[in-house]
T-cell receptor, first 114, second 111 residues
Framework: DTAVSQTPKYLVTQMGNDKSIKCEQNLGHDTMYWYKQDSKKFLKIMFS???????INETVPNRFSPKSPDKAHLNLHINSLELGDSAVYFCASSQQTILYYEQYFGPGTRLTVT | GNSVTQMEGPVTLSEEAFLTINCTYT??????LFWYVQYPGEGLQLLLKATKADDKGSNKGFEATYRKETTSFHLEKGSVQVSDSAVYFC??????????FGTGTRLTIIP
């Protein structure tokens, strides 16, 4: 049973193109996220949505636009791709408990911009 | 702001060696603390957690104890296996949507 899924797993494209990454979760969670992981494995949060509402928007170029059609889906659209956008992008979802949010991650999408 | 500091990697050990990966945090208040593991080519998975001081989280032979006095949550395992080779992330959360991660520590176990 796939909990958090992303498509595609690999994406190779040229500079200047526009691309999208899709994410779906079947856990019934209200909150979803996009993270960027660089080549040194450093994780940076980009966006978070709670029930289709944007709640975290870190300092990310406005070429990146998240879209949440419903609370089970959070897609990431990237315009005018640049070399520096090459990274692994992870989608995650979380469930709130009394004390913390526990996050569940997708398998990642490796984006290579040439 | 809140932050998590992990020991720099990479860490290379022989099979059956004892493992410690240090993690300290800076925060106002008492967060919940986590260790996540990322196996090659995969996403992060929750390994263990602790929600209050002196709590010990444990899973798959790994343990970590929430030490309020030293603001630490060091990860330990008594005898590592080749299959433990992965990147390990320490993280904290204050019951909101934001999880603050450390920089990750790459662990390689040699047979």
């Amino acid at each position: 049973d796939t909990a958090v899924s992303q498509t595609p797993k690999y994406l190779v494209t040229q500079m200047g193109n526009d691309k999208s990454i899709k994410c779906e979760q079947n856990l019934g969670h209200d909150t979803m996220y996009w993270y960027k992981q660089d080549s040194k494995k450093f994780l940076k949060i980009m966006f978070s949505y709670n029930n289709k509402e944007l709640i975290i928007n870190e300092t990310v170029p406005n070429r990146f636009s998240p879209k949440s059609p419903d609370k089970a889906h959070l897609n990431l659209h990237i315009n005018s791709l640049e070399l520096g956008d090459s990274a692994v992008y992870f989608c995650a979802s979380s469930q709130q408990t009394i004390l913390y949010y526990e996050q569940y991650f997708g398998p990642g999408t490796r984006l290579t911009v040439t | 702001g809140n932050s998590v500091t992990q020991m720099e990697g990479p860490v290379t050990l022989s099979e059956e060696a004892f493992l410690t990966i240090n993690c300290t945090y800076t925060a106002t208040g008492y967060p919940s603390l986590f260790w996540y593991v990322q196996y090659p080519g995969e996403g992060l998975q929750l390994l263990l957690k602790a929600t209050k001081a002196d709590d010990k989280g444990s899973n798959k032979g790994f343990e970590a104890t929430y030490r309020k006095e030293t603001t630490s949550f060091h990860l330990e395992k008594g005898s590592v296996q080749v299959s433990d080779s992965a990147v390990y992330f320490c993280a904290l959360n204050f019951g909101n949507e934001k999880l603050t991660f450390g920089t990750g520590t790459r662990l390689t176990i040699i047979p």
